[in-house]
Structures are given as structure tokens and as C-alpha cells.
């Protein structure tokens, strides 16, 4: 899972499983909500990622949703990114 975030205290957690079409929203919140989403996600190591645009964008979309398409991009080298970074190729 992965969460973006911006700097209003909004976030949207996003999951990628093999065999599913794209990245879906398994969480989205504001204020306190954002919060709790934030704790929890540091309590996992899961990758906080700040982007206002991308959360704005997928804030309007439901919990259970496929990301949109044209969100694909971005998402895909954030996802690559992470996973860089998990077999040491960022490492410097």
C-alpha cells in the first residue's frame, strides 16, 4: 500500500495486487481521518509519497476504485520507485 499525501492533512492510500487491473484507493481521508491513516501507515513502513496534485485528483474518487488511467503514469513510477528502493538500487 502507499500513501500520498499533501500538506492540508489529506491523504489516499493506494494498492496494487498482481493479477488486477490497476492501483486501487483503499482509504481516503481529511483532517483527523488523514490522521489516523498517516499513523497507521507509519506504524507499517508504508511509503508516504507528498503529492497535492495526485491527491486532489484521487480524492474524488471512491474507496474501491480503480486509480484512473490517467493517473497510471505517475502512480507507475512511484510504484517503481518503491520497489527500487526495497532491492537497494537507490541506495547510494
Known sequence: MEIKTDNKNKVVAIKYKDGVEAPFITAKGTGKKADFILQI???????????????????????????????????????AFIIDSKNGVNDE
Open 41 to 79: 501507515a507509519k506504524e507499517n513502513n508504508v511509503h508516504i509519497q507528498q503529492d497535492s496534485n495526485l491527491v486532489e485528483f484521487l480524492g474524488n474518487q471512491s474507496v474501491g476504485d480503480f486509480i484512473p488511467e490517467e493517473t497510471w503514469d505517475v502512480v507507475a513510477k512511484i510504484f
